[in-house]
Nanobody
Framework: QLQLVESGGGLVQPGGSLRLSCAAS????????IGWFRQAPGQEREFLAT????????FYADSVRGRFTISRDGAENTVSLQMNSLKPDDAAVYSC??????????????????WGPGTQVTVSS
C-alpha cells in the first residue's frame, strides 16, 4: 500500500522554525515530484513548494519564498520542508503530496496522486 506520512508539526513562536518531513512507505519517492500544501480553517488549500524527481528544481509560492526550503533525502526516502521566520499566518495543516505523472513538479493539487494526512503547525506566542 502506498502511503505518505508527514511529521514535525507542532507549536512554535513567531519568528521560530520548524522542519517538516514527508516519508513514504510502499514506494520510493525517487521517481515522484513532491509538493507541500497547507490549509487553514475556512480557507482553500494553498500551494507552498514543489521539487522535481531529481531534486534539482525546487519552486516556491511567493508567500514562502526565502523563508521555506524544500529538499529531498533519497537515502531516507523523505522530502523535507524547512520553515524559518514563521508567522501567525503560517498556521495551518501542512500536507505533502507525490506525483509520478508530473515528475518536474506542479503547483496544482490536482496534479498529485498521493497525499499524506497532514500535520498541524501552530504559530503563536
Amino acid at each position: 500500500q502506498l502511503q505518505l506520512v508527514e511529521s514535525g508539526g507542532g507549536l512554535v513562536q513567531p519568528g521560530g522554525s520548524l522542519r517538516l518531513s514527508c516519508a513514504a512507505s510502499g514506494f520510493t519517492l525517487d521517481y515522484y515530484a513532491i509538493g507541500w500544501f497547507r490549509q487553514a480553517p475556512g480557507q482553500e488549500r494553498e500551494f507552498l513548494a514543489t521539487i522535481n524527481w531529481s531534486g534539482s528544481y525546487p519552486f516556491y509560492a511567493d508567500s514562502v519564498r526565502g523563508r521555506f526550503t524544500i529538499s529531498r533525502d533519497g537515502a531516507e526516502n523523505t522530502v523535507s520542508l524547512q520553515m524559518n521566520s514563521l508567522k501567525p499566518d503560517d498556521a495551518a495543516v501542512y500536507s505533502c503530496a507525490a506525483s509520478k505523472s508530473t515528475r518536474y513538479g506542479a503547483t496544482l493539487a490536482l496534479s498529485y496522486e498521493y497525499w499524506g494526512p497532514g500535520t498541524q503547525v501552530t504559530v503563536s506566542s
